[in-house]
T-cell receptor
């Protein structure tokens, strides 16, 4: 079983819909990252969380440490949000990142 | 503000050929990382360098070597490329004490 599981693997939405991507992990962590990867492009860091909730524009990330679960929400989705969203966790202060397999999001106009 | 720069962006190699992937960062970060990304899998750590002069193996180091030339540069070498090394390679850096990572744009390598 992977230490970091994301769901769904693929997601198709209509423009304007509210989107939720989930990440569950099975190890103790010091931080959780949400990353965005556009087709053919590099990887951009969206959020880093160790507790609670963060918001940036239309993106909201939450984490529940007790339940070992995080969600990434996109409000009023737009075709330019189409990308692969990757969850990664950091074990301890010296540990390296462990990555989920990613969620491929396609937003149709 | 270049961030993390990887070269080349694309490369095709024949089995048995060697090559070096270059990575440089201009953020004065201590830690640097090399990952590979394969279809259906999460990014996997090949090697990392916690500081200038040190390197350590990650999850999938076989077939690779690295050099932390100075604080800015961290190169990944394939001595004898194999088709199993066909992948997209990402370099990343992180400032010591920070949990924030910066990634390069990737190198798409095909070994035929």
């Amino acid at each position: 079983k992977n230490e970091v599981e994301q769901s769904p693997q693929n997601l198709t939405a209509q423009e304007g819909e509210f989107i939720t991507i989930n990440c569950s992990y099975s190890v103790g962590i010091s931080a959780l990252h949400w990353l965005q990867q556009h087709p053919g492009g590099g990887i951009v860091s969206l959020f880093m969380l160790s507790s609670g909730k963060k918001k940036h524009g239309r993106l909201i990330a939450t984490i529940n440490i007790q339940e070992k679960h995080s969600s990434l929400h996109i409000t009023a989705s737009h075709p330019r949000d189409s990308a692969v969203y990757i969850c990664a966790v950091k074990r301890g202060s010296q540990g390296n990142l462990i990555f989920g397999k990613g969620t491929k999001l396609s937003v149709k106009p | 503000n270049a961030g993390v720069t990887q070269t080349p962006k694309f490369q095709v190699l024949k089995t048995g050929q060697s090559m070096t992937l270059q990575c440089a960062q201009d953020m004065n970060h201590n830690s640097m990382y090399w990952y590979r990304q394969d279809p259906g899998m999460g990014l996997r750590l090949i090697y990392y360098s916690a500081s200038e002069g040190t390197t350590d193996k990650g999850e999938v180091p076989n077939g690779y070597n690295v050099s932390r030339l100075n604080k800015r540069e961290f190169s990944l070498r394939l001595e004898s490329a194999a088709p199993s090394q066909t992948s997209v390679y990402f370099c990343a850096s992180r400032e010591g004490g920070s949990y924030s990572y910066t990634f390069g744009s990737g190198t798409r390598l095909t070994v035929v």
